[in-house]
């Protein structure tokens, strides 16, 4: 088990499988930059089934033992519940899990889970149809996303995670709602603080709402109580219904920065190791894979990554925000959230 310049241990990775996606949120791939010209990569620049499934047993054997699969959207990666079963059968592997927008759950969520995916987080910012074709920037309703997560249910995916990216003065008032309709499911719903991902997406510190006031808002409605984490370095911050009725989980990555427990790995599509979400540049590790590197090389080379990594980047924000030449960040769509 390795641990970086600040203790924290390798424990999670994140792998992105696709950078395309079939929404356009504005605070990840605003359609007026990704519009239908845009050049996403080529298929010889992007990670195959093999070279991640490789990987993955690589950082198994380093002590990861949650794999995410994200995007882009994943679903859109063909073939992808072959992949699932790939890593499904890697030693070491024990929470193997997905994070999609659940526009193409419902004719899916049986095969992944046959595959061996064992639970899945789908994003969903409101219930509101207006505010949701706006926020998916595509014109999408939430009522196929809904069939999706139930059909995520009925296949035993389970507990389902919903995220929602909470902005003020856009979702911010449909909060309330959204806790509501998920109250008493199973599900967790989770309340994302707007964050400054990427480059493109405008962010400002107004349009926070800070986890607080998320909570605030709820409890007003639906009493809640605070709850223990699950796990060391859990992002969320949970809180229970009063009545039984399930939890919510709030991710404060902006006002209550989690770096000092932050245990994430992430490959980016094309291959690139990032140590943190707001990372500027990241390792190649699919140009020694095919170059012909052994597991012993490709273990040396990511062990050395995260053992000199001192990223923290929420904890800096306000610093590095402000300088004058403020590094670029790697945007969201090609290492998943």
């Not at 310049?5 to 990840?28: A, E, K, M, W």
């Not at 000092?260 to 979400?277: E, H, K, M, V």
């Not at 590095?320 to 290492?335: F, G, S, T």
């Amino acid at each position: 088990m390795i641990q970086d310049q600040f203790g924290r241990r390798l424990h999670d990775l994140r792998i992105s499988v696709t950078d395309r996606c079939n929404f356009r949120c504005p605070y990840c791939m605003p359609a007026e930059v990704f519009g239908e010209s845009y050049k996403f990569l080529p298929k010889d620049e992007i990670l195959t089934f093999e070279e991640i499934a490789r990987l993955t047993g690589i950082f198994a054997g380093l002590g990861v033992s949650k794999i995410r699969v994200t995007g882009g959207e994943p679903l859109l990666r063909t073939d992808l519940h072959i992949l699932i079963g790939m890593l499904a059968e890697i030693d070491g592997v024990e929470d193997l899990t997905l994070t999609t927008n659940g526009y193409l759950l419902t004719q899916r969520a049986q095969e992944l889970k046959d595959a061996g995916l064992k639970r899945i987080t789908v994003s969903l910012d409101t219930l509101d149809n207006e505010i949701f074709r706006q926020m998916n920037g595509r014109g999408f309703d939430p009522q196929r996303v809904l069939e999706g997560i139930q059909a995520a249910a009925d296949a035993g995916l389970s507990p389902i995670k919903i995220n929602s990216v909470v902005q003020k003065g856009v979702n911010d008032h449909t909060l309330v709602d959204l806790a509501r309709h998920f109250k008493g499911t199973g599900h967790i719903v989770r309340f994302i603080e707007y964050m400054d991902v990427g480059n493109r997406n405008g962010w400002k510190w107004d349009q926070v709402v800070p986890a607080q006031e998320i909570v605030r808002l709820i409890d007003a409605e639906m009493p809640l109580e605070p709850a223990e984490s699950n796990y060391p370095g859990e992002v969320a911050s949970r809180h229970r219904y009063l009545d039984g009725q399930g939890e919510i989980g709030v991710i404060a990555s902006v006002t209550q920065p989690f770096c000092a427990g932050c245990t994430r790995a992430r490959i980016s599509t094309d291959g690139q190791l990032f140590t943190c979400l707001f990372a500027s540049r990241g390792l190649s590790l699919r140009d020694p894979l095919r170059d012909g590197a052994d597991d012993a090389q490709m273990t040396e080379m990511i062990s050395n990554v995260w053992s000199n990594r001192t990223d923290r980047y929420s904890e800096e924000r306000t610093e590095l925000a402000a300088a004058e030449n403020a590094p670029q960040k790697v945007e969201m769509y090609q290492i998943g959230g």
